[in-house]
């Protein structure tokens, strides 16, 4: 059974940062891409960003670019989500995503990120 549960989130200014974590099992997690999708208050679901299984490449929305890392562990099964200058448009509920891109994979329950102004 998929499992994913993510954390790190949490109140923070604009400008600051936040390290999200999201630990994987009941899968082959070093085989699979995955990635990192958003929901703001009041709106759909946002893919973020991207890693292969093995974590030579990454891609991002254009918002983040510059700001966000993501990366992983698989030794961990473990994705990261490394978010720099944050500013109050990343306020959402950040999921990791059994997929590489788009929004429609498996996800966890999330982890909440509250940037204020």
């Known amino acids: 059974q998929v499992q994913l549960v993510e954390s790190g989130g949490d109140l923070v200014q604009s400008g600051g940062s936040l390290r999200l974590s999201c630990v994987a099992s009941?899968?082959?997690?070093?085989?699979?891409?995955m990635s990192w999708v958003r929901q703001a208050p009041g709106k759909g679901l946002e893919w973020v960003a991207g890693?292969?299984?093995?974590?030579?490449?990454?891609i991002y929305t254009d918002s983040v670019k510059g700001r966000f890392t993501i990366s992983r562990d698989n030794a961990k099964n473990t994705l990261y989500l490394q978010m720099n200058r944050l500013k109050p448009d990343d306020t959402a509920v950040y999921y990791c995503q059994k997929q590489w891109s788009g929004i429609g994979g498996q996800r966890g329950r999330g982890t909440r990120v509250t940037v204020s102004s």
């Open positions: 009941g899968f082959a997690f070093s085989t699979f891409a």
């Open positions: 890693i292969t299984s093995t974590g030579i490449d990454t």
